[in-house]
């Protein structure tokens, strides 16, 4: 169910399945005790109070960047049945090939047979009262990232790889707000490298949205050690990326949340979260899609993040058409709600190789085989120091057109424990079978879902007649590979606070004085903060 709001030309989207209407006040969140979890399902309130941010300044691309090097890992020591461009390291690599330019110019299907069990009681970390979450409906470790709250609002004002208005740009320097003017592809030619304390907000984009083509984007800590909120993107990296670079790729840093953000076609991992130290990660109602196998190493990714506890939450999400590594899993994470699809060799791996322990709630998500899927390869690697707490996983192995899958039992060599970890949760837990729904409805960057996107999902409700592990881009048959994306029209902002003057006028803030910094409802969240999230119906809109 989806309710919309319009403001000035721009559809305010807001999915009532999974906590994203919920409205702020104080008090705690955690896992209810849930039986058999079902498609009207709603979620409770988030906790928010907190103190207002700090001031920041308007800015339209004309500030200059700094020089951060990449420092992505190419590899991590796997022996999952991959070949090529990995390397035997899982140490972190920095070198000076990855550096932000500033502003330097340049270049629907069958229904399931099977009927839910009740899942059994859960508990979970409770979130405190304090700092406001990175935005209401933000899950997971990543929960309170704060991104660039409080700080400058920087327009991106065209569609060029670098200069003055450019997503380069705008993400050279830390503590801003990024937002949109315009809609549409971004072919980029070199990393780009995301700095410390930002909040990318795609969904301000006009249009289709934004799509970041033809390399990677990396985020390795910057001097502020990352916090970082990424939403509404697409970045599809593909055969002209990097060699042995990932699409997305986290080497440093601690707080990042990614929400409805679509990633593939990477040359190494398509996402990698691989270094140290590296902690309290969210992935929430992404798309992890498509490594490219020109190399025989299309892989999901890593999702080891070591030092500190490296504590990492992957909610309502998607991998599919990676032949391996869906992900590799290690530390102490939460997989919940999420869905595989047609991986080849590999689905999700437990630890594989390492004596390190790792610690896991593996709850309420789907697996379900492809074309490309080896028999029993839904969950490998697993060893004896990987402890799972595994509740209402389940398995459709028969490649059939029909959603009938069985009740997940074995584990294989996995150490099994009796009760769930104390990690974040999530404040309205699915049944797996609704997990997929939700996944299919809403996962990636679905205010408008792009050609890519759309073809993943039509996969996926296949249930096993479809996919394919693709050597590159290319065989997706898709016009310019990642197809058209309307530029749109923004809204009219008079005073270049990231607030359309009609919003602003309806909220009683003056539409000719830029007050982003504000916080007129003392909620903690700054009011440009409160449009960005009442762009897609969250808060109190």
Known sequence: MRKAFEYAGLTLACSLAASACSSGDSGTQTLPTSTTASTSSTASSTGITGGQGQGGSVTDGSVTGGGATDGSVTGGGATDGTTGAAATSSS?????????????????????????????????EPIPSGPPLAFPGAEGFGRETSGGRGGEVYHVTNLNDSGAGSLRDAVSAPNRIVVFDVGGVINITTRIVVHSNIYVAGQTAPGGGITVYGNGIALNGDSGGGNVILRYLRVRMGKNGDSGKDAVSISLGENYMFD???????????????????????????IVSQGINSSNHSTGGLMQ??????RWSMIRSLYIDNKTRNPKARGKHEFINSVLYNWAEHGYIMGDTTSGTSEANLIGNYFIYGPSSNSDTHITGTTEFFHVYPEDNWVDSNKNGTLDGS??????????????YAYPGVGALLSAQDALSHVIEHAGASLVRDAVDELLIDQLRSYGTQGSIIDTEDDNGIAGNVGSVEPGTPPTDS????????????????????DDTGDDDSDGYTNV???????????DC
Not at 305 to 310: A, E, F, K, Q, W
Request: proline residues 5%; aromatic residues 4%; charged residues 20%.
């Open 260 to 286: 409805h953000v679509s990633i593939s076609w990477g040359r190494d991992g398509t996402l990698d979260v691989n270094g140290t130290p590296i902690d309290l990660l969210s992935f929430q109602e992404c």
């Open 495 to 514: 005073d270049r606070d990231g607030m359309p003057d009609d919003w602003e006028a309806d909220r009683g803030l003056d539409p000719s004085a830029a």
């Open 305 to 310: 993040p070591s030092g500190v506890d490296g």
């Open 92 to 124: 972190t690599a920095t070198t000076g090939s990855d550096v932000a330019t500033g502003a330097t110019s340049g270049a629907g299907g069958a229904t399931s047979t099977t009927a839910a069990t009740a899942s059994t009681s859960t508990t979970s």
């Open 407 to 420: 009740l997940l039992t074995d584990y294989k060599t996995a150490s099994l424990a009796d009760s769930p």
């Open 529 to 539: 903060e409160e449009y960005l999230s009442c762009i897609v119906g969250e808060g």
